[in-house]
């Protein structure tokens, strides 16, 4: 069974001819969710060496591979057979892809990334091909620089990835000035995409932020069982900073070394909610101790 935003993939390629380069499916798709679809689009972006780009696109892509739908092929993206008869989405939508389809039957390559960077300046600043593809063209070069987050002092913060995809994830760091992700996990898995270990540190790696691990932070899971109520939270909270947290010191210290570098750390783990996460309790300890100022309780 596929999800609603494959199928919606595998549609948009069918609408633009069913086989597309990978920079330019990237581009067009990019520019179809944000400019067609509006504020829920079916893909969300980053900032990255060719412009905007989701991660989630691909392992969609590795996965519809797997299953016979998009041909092999690491530089494009091309339908099989069984992929055209799966590319089914309502008739509304896929009339809206083809329209999107005409008005940019003519646009591809270099002109296409121009044309992206053009409407959308925020997910250029990371691009290695900027200053190329809008060589003479100083009003957009400028408007590049002008969506750039400005540098932040060094400080403290915590962010959640409950509910969130990995790339609204990365560009709430990005926008807040975050240089350092610290991993408070005790086990930093997750069946959410993105959001394991390896997967988040190659992710924060290709947006230009570090990541550190800090296990003896976390929690053990089965610490973790039957937390149906904020007083559940707060419970199990109490024996963290009364137990484990007093006991972490090389821990604390490496995050204040971090913020004394000049880093603005965030620490990050699976809750929304900070209230309902170890993390806030690790970052007041930080705050009582001097060893950090909260420039934002929560991203």
């Known amino acids: ?35 067609v679809e509006g504020p829920e689009p079916t893909y969300e972006f980053v900032p990255y060496r060719f412009g905007g780009f989701s991660f989630t696109s691909y392992a969609d892509k590795r996965r519809l591979i797997e299953r016979g739908l998009l041909v092999d092929e690491e530089r494009s993206w091309k339908l099989t057979p069984a992929g055209r008869k799966a590319a089914a989405v309502p008739g509304l ?17 270099d002109e296409l990334v121009a044309e992206a960077y053009r409407r959308h300046p925020y997910y250029a600043i990371r691009s290695e091909m900027a200053a190329r593809v809008l060589a003479g063209d100083k009003m957009a070069l400028k408007a590049i620089e002008a969506t750039r987050p400005p540098k ?33 996990r005790r086990n930093p898995l997750s069946r959410k995409y993105g959001f394991s270990k390896g997967t988040l540190s190659k992710a924060c790696e290709g947006v230009g932020i570090r990541y550190e691990h800090l296990p003896e932070l976390g929690i053990d899971s089965d610490q973790r069982r039957e937390l149906n109520t904020q007083a559940d939270y707060d419970a199990l909270f109490e024996v963290y900073e009364r137990e484990s947290l007093p006991n972490q010191g090389e821990a604390l210290a490496k995050i204040t070394q971090w913020i004394g570098e000049g880093q603005r750390v965030a620490l990050t783990c699976f809750e929304k909610h900070p209230h309902q996460c170890h993390r806030h309790c690790v970052a007041e300890a930080l705050e009582r101790g001097g060893r950090a100022r909260l420039v934002a309780v929560h991203l």
């Open 1 to 35: 069974m596929l999800f609603e935003r494959q199928k919606r993939l595998l549609s948009l390629l069918d609408a633009l001819g069913g086989e597309q380069g990978g920079l330019d499916f990237q581009k067009l798709l990019f520019l179809y969710c944000e400019e």
């Open 93 to 109: 939508v896929r009339m809206g892809m083809d329209r999107f389809a005409r008005t940019h039957a003519a646009l591809r390559g």
């Open 152 to 184: 932040s002092e060094p400080g403290l913060c915590t962010i959640g990835y409950e509910a969130s995809s990995l790339e609204n994830y990365l560009n709430r760091l990005l926008r807040n000035g975050v240089t350092l992700l610290c991993d408070v």
